[in-house]
């Protein structure tokens, strides 16, 4: 067979489409989103070559319509988990010998698909399933999507690229072989994006994956099974199962060739994952790759010298956006008083511009969160800071599940900088203000670092570049992604790869090659051209 040095097709960031009024990109969103709200899914799991339908079902419902039927998806009984491992081990007897390039056509194809014929699909399920607004879809399940498979593909070469030194007497080569057993990928409702690379960054490395997705993102994934078959990922080598999740994980921990976890979403789910993994750990053939990017709870932080509007604008963006329900949203922000009524009233002014409700109607820029459950704990929140006396709802405070679960932008304004809302993860469109002393200022960055067990992102605001490099200082380790003059979301694969550390994860960094090589296993191959024919070293001799 023929043998070459293959370069792969330069990978560029996905455009993001405007689907302003009149768009060609607008009018087919609203088309797709018509006929797809209307139809009834009947989600299988995939497991090998088989879509096995259980008969035992869970509703599927629009968070910002609880009451319309989306259809169902199946759910696992163990022996089914147990049927996927089985299949995917079997799986990876081919895929894993597959040449590195025939996995990147795959691979590629699949980003293809998603910017063409694919995307709008992509971008409805996203919309109706996860109450996203277009733009919000948009720059998620298609453009970071196309951007992780075509980057991924980038990266790959990359690593396979970088090989030890060789002289005249051997010749050193690294082959960076996939995991030997299966990967284990645990994908979030809140990022389409997120649920498709998990398992697609472990696969286009060689690996086999048994997938769980969220359950409140099943519409999606759907979609994102019907790209990947159509893209020509063998049967076997992503598997999608669903049901109880302490069941499915389990059993997954529990086999022998569990060889590693790609995880994202809570930081209690992911440390239990981590404990048993080591009960189990005399149970592996190999120690299992643990990578997970969890909980956050994201900071900005304005200094006297900041313009008010840029970071009013940081805030109303980054904490408001998608409902807060991003790992990266900001939710607890540190005001100096000398620009506090200022940038409140700019606050307060896109407060009152913001439109709520479904996203088919694009000029909301709210819709709701995702669920009951998101909802009553957001709810419980907002009653308990209207009732705390070193806490304050000063915009917003409102909520309404009757037709959809829609929580109103709130803004709580504290004097206690360890109040529970600067510390505790909400995951909704809910941000807390501390207004400090403009002359403690470096007192707050120290307190910023000391207030939250997590370190995912973090944003400064400063035209004092001084100040920007202090705060970058005393912030090395609160956040793993860390703006100037910018808010703490929209990390660009490519371009801000990311991922936090402390209770926030591993910090391996999505988006980048530093992910991949955690699921490669390298071995060193040394090829000695002329081997020796005595013992004796020259220090022998007399």
């Not at 606050?347 to 909301?364: A, C, I, R, T």
């Not at 600067?422 to 000391?450: A, C, W």
Request: glycine content about 8%; proline content about 6%; overall charge negative.
């Amino acid at each position: 067979m023929g043998k070459g040095f293959f370069h792969v097709p330069p990978a560029v960031n996905e455009p993001v489409k405007s689907y302003a009024p009149g768009t060609p990109e607008r009018e087919e969103a609203l088309a797709t989103y018509k006929e797809m709200f209307n139809q009834k899914m009947d989600i299988p799991l995939y497991i090998g070559d088989q879509q096995i339908k259980t008969g035992k079902t869970r509703n599927m419902h629009p968070p910002h319509d609880h009451k319309h039927d989306l259809g169902v998806f199946h759910l696992a009984e163990k022996s089914h988990i147990e049927t996927a491992i089985e299949e995917a081990l079997k799986a990876r007897e081919k895929w894993a010998k597959l040449p590195w390039e025939q996995r990147a056509a795959v691979f590629l194809k699949a980003a293809d698909l998603i910017a063409g014929p694919y995307r709008q699909r992509l971008n409805a399920a996203t919309m109706i399933g996860q109450s996203k607004n277009i733009y919000q879809a948009e720059i998620d399940s298609a453009c970071e999507i196309i951007d992780f498979l075509r980057f991924n593909v980038e990266y790959m070469t990359q690593i396979y690229d970088e090989q030890p030194e060789s002289d005249e007497k051997a010749w050193n080569r690294v082959e960076y072989r996939p995991l030997e057993g299966f990967v284990y990928a645990i994908t979030p409702f809140n990022f389409t994006a997120i649920a498709g690379n998990l398992p697609s960054s472990a696969a286009l490395m060689g690996n086999v994956v048994v997938w769980k997705p969220s359950s409140t993102q099943m519409f999606s994934a759907q979609v994102l099974m019907e790209v990947f078959q159509e893209a020509g990922v063998p049967d076997g080598v992503i598997n999608m199962v669903m049901g109880d999740p302490a069941m499915i994980t389990d059993t997954v921990l529990k086999s022998p060739d569990f060889a590693g976890v790609h995880f994202t979403g809570s930081t209690g789910v992911f440390q239990n994952i981590w404990a048993e993994i080591g009960k189990n750990i005399n149970n592996y053939k190999t120690y299992p790759r643990i990578v997970g990017e969890t909980g956050g709870k994201d900071f900005i932080v304005a200094h006297p010298s900041a313009n008010p509007k840029e970071v009013s604008t940081a805030i109303s963006r980054g904490a408001f956006e998608f409902q807060g329900q991003k790992c990266s949203a900001a939710s607890r922000c540190y005001i100096p008083n000398s620009m506090w009524n200022e940038v409140k009233s700019y606050v307060e002014e896109d407060l009152k511009s913001f439109k709520m409700g479904s996203p088919e109607d694009m000029s909301n820029f709210i819709t709701a969160v995702i669920d009951e459950k998101a909802f009553d704990k957001l709810a419980s929140y907002i009653d308990q800071a209207k009732q705390d006396e070193d806490a304050e709802v000063i915009m917003g405070g409102g909520y309404d599940k009757s037709k959809g679960y829609f929580i109103e932008p709130t803004v709580i304004l504290t004097t206690n900088p360890k109040y529970t809302t600067m510390e505790t993860e909400l995951f909704g469109p809910v941000v807390t203000i501390y207004v400090y002393e403009d002359e403690k200022y470096e007192e707050t960055l120290h307190l910023v670092n000391e207030t939250s067990i997590y370190a995912l992102t973090g944003a400064i605001l400063s035209k004092d570049r001084y100040a920007a490099s202090l705060a970058t200082e005393i912030l090395q380790n609160a956040a793993g992604n860390f703006y100037i003059n910018d808010k703490p979301t929209g990390a660009v694969v490519g371009r801000q790869p990311f991922g936090g550390a402390r209770a926030s994860g591993t910090n391996d960094k999505a988006g980048s090659k530093l992910n991949l090589l955690r699921w490669v296993s390298p071995r060193l191959i040394k090829e000695t051209f002329v081997p020796p024919t005595d013992y004796r070293y020259p220090f022998l001799g007399e």
